[in-house]
């Protein structure tokens, strides 16, 4: 089964600041890789989605990338600021199967 | 375009008591799913639907049933609420079960059980 962990669950930043959020997965036999923001008591908010064929995906100043074979994603933010504050999600939707594996997410705060 | 919506928002149950949790999409998604996501565990499949007529087990399916009689719903009923249950139930939608596509989640319902 496939297990996707998250790391820091936890981050606090000033704002301003260029950060990292990362998502590891244990088999690499993915199709593609989606990442998503939940605000407290909401649901969940598309942000990037990665195919396993491509290395990155951009969206405003949000930046992922994906490294299939060595089963990480990076979720870049740049110039972060206070409404960036939310939890962070990775998903990992397999090459077979109808689902896709959840990470338990990094909460992200960012400091005015 | 409302996307996923989901009913009630909150709910609480006693132990015993059944109810159906319902989602609506107006995307024309053929695939639907239910997922619940409890404290420190990820979100988890419960059931899902590649199109109406067709529903299939998740990871966690024991103690909830689920039909697709249009491509717009897709409820998820809880037949007997144990304690066990209290989570926050997500339901999720794509285009179709080709893997290319990603998910549209709604808002969520919170349920707890006593």
């Known amino acids: 089964k496939q297990e996707v962990t998250q790391i820091p669950a936890a981050l606090s930043v000033p704002e301003g600041e260029n950060l990292v959020l990362n998502c590891s997965f244990t088999d690499s036999a993915i199709y593609n890789l989606q990442w998503f923001r939940q605000d407290p008591g909401k649901g969940l908010t598309s942000l990037l989605l990665?195919?396993?064929?491509?290395r990155e995906q951009t969206s405003g100043r949000l930046n992922a990338s994906l490294d299939k074979s060595s089963g990480r994603s990076t979720l870049y933010i740049a110039a972060s600021q206070p409404g960036d504050s939310a939890t962070y999600l990775c998903a990992v939707r397999p090459d077979t199967g109808n689902q896709f594996y959840f990470g338990t997410g990094t909460s992200l705060t960012v400091i005015p | 375009n409302a996307g996923v919506t989901q009913t009630p928002k909150f709910q609480v149950l006693k132990t015993g008591q059944s109810m159906t949790l319902q989602c609506a999409q107006d995307?024309?998604?053929?695939?639907m799913s239910w997922y619940r996501q409890d404290p420190g565990m990820g979100l988890r499949l419960i059931h899902y639907?590649?199109?109406?007529?067709?529903?299939d087990q998740g990871e966690v399916p024991n103690g909830y049933n689920v039909s697709r009689s249009t491509t717009e719903d897709f409820p998820l009923r809880l037949l007997s609420a144990a304690p066990s249950q209290t989570s926050v139930y997500f339901c999720?939608?794509?285009?179709?079960?080709?893997?290319?596509?990603?998910?549209?989640f709604g808002s969520g319902t919170r349920l707890t059980v006593v």
């Open positions: 639907s590649v199109g109406a007529g067709i529903t």
């Open positions: 999720a939608s794509s285009y179709s079960d080709t893997p290319v596509y990603g998910y549209t």
């Open positions: 995307m024309n998604h053929e695939y």
């Open positions: 990665i195919q396993s064929s491509q």
